[in-house]
């Protein structure tokens, strides 16, 4: 009985085993960063320019970071949303296309989604300020075709140009984060059985209401999972606005990086973090609470 029981408890701890490496590494990676920024947001320097700084019971880290981030803050969830919904509008049909599609060629389709990803995300936004610098080619095109006047107008050029500009900042962003919306959507709609389809058909469902009642629904997990994983990170980017974005254009990572790097105001720089990430974790209970598969809508 005693190797029996010896044998049942080495295959219970098989899977903890397999378990335990990720576990420490979000352990030390993750959570232990998130407690010292808690810790650095709720604590009060010592000196101006210096590193050291005690725990205070005192809010007043979290009052300027609210009134310092609150208009970048408005200005970030709008330019994030916005990004992220061009990112939809053009990555679904992508999505689709690569599945219905794709064939026997779907995995090396799906592989060129990710191609960008070999080259380095800061090589990749300054190459658009090739692209829409007012003697590259999109100004050149702009120019040639006079529809300068019109597009600024209507806003998609400020002054005449194109680039540090707002349009510049959510084509860049947009472009940069466009996998992580198309890759879920594709797995989303990977997982529909063309049956049902076919059934919607032969029931007399034309093609848009197929789309609404059968195809949306089924891929909606994967447009909210795509969605988060774009909108989230476009919210705090740094690098686009930096080399893409205007004067006017700063987003909330340009506040948080000008707070440590320049400012050395370390602590208000936590909180505003700290704020985010509660934002963030608030809107990820949401969505798993109301709209994630074990919710009674995902179903």
């Not at 990555?91 to 080259?119: D, I, N, Q, S």
């Not at 702009?142 to 959510?170: M, P």
């Not at 891929?219 to 990170?233: H, K, M, Q, R």
Request: aromatic share 8%.
């Amino acid at each position: 009985m005693k190797p029996l029981r010896n044998l049942r408890l080495s295959r219970r701890a098989i899977p903890l085993l397999l378990v335990a490496p990720g576990v420490a590494w979000l352990l030390f990676f993750f959570v232990l960063p998130i407690l010292q920024l808690l810790l650095e947001s709720w604590s009060q320097p010592t000196t101006r320019f210096g590193l050291e700084s005690t725990l205070s019971a005192n809010p007043q880290n979290y009052n300027d970071a609210i009134s310092l981030a609150s208009p970048l803050l408005l200005r970030s969830i709008g330019v994030a949303g916005l990004a992220t919904a061009i990112g939809l509008v053009i990555g679904f049909p992508m999505a689709w296309w690569v599945v219905c599609r794709g064939g026997r060629w779907k995995p090396l389709l799906t592989g060129l989604v990710v191609t960008p990803f070999f080259f380095s995300y800061l090589v990749r936004t300054i190459a658009w300020t090739t692209l829409l610098a007012d003697s590259g080619p999109l100004m050149q095109a702009i120019k040639f075709l006079s529809l300068g006047h019109l597009l600024n107008t209507i806003g998609l050029l400020q002054d005449g140009r194109l680039l540090n500009t707002t349009t510049a900042l959510v084509a860049g962003l947009t472009y940069n984060y466009l996998p992580f919306l198309v890759l879920p959507i594709i797995a989303s709609l990977g997982t529909i059985d063309p049956i049902l389809l076919e059934a919607a058909a032969d029931l007399g469902a034309r093609t848009p209401r197929i789309f609404i009642k059968v195809v949306f629904p089924l891929a909606l997990p994967g447009i909210i999972s795509g969605g988060l994983l774009t909108f989230i990170p476009a919210m705090g980017d740094v690098v686009n606005s930096q080399y893409l974005g205007g004067v006017n254009d700063r987003m909330i990572g340009n506040l948080i990086a000008d707070l440590v790097l320049i400012q050395q105001r370390f602590s208000t720089a936590a909180a505003i973090s700290m704020l985010l990430l509660t934002m963030i974790g608030i809107s990820l209970l949401i969505y798993t609470r109301k709209l994630g598969p074990t919710s009674p809508g995902g179903n």
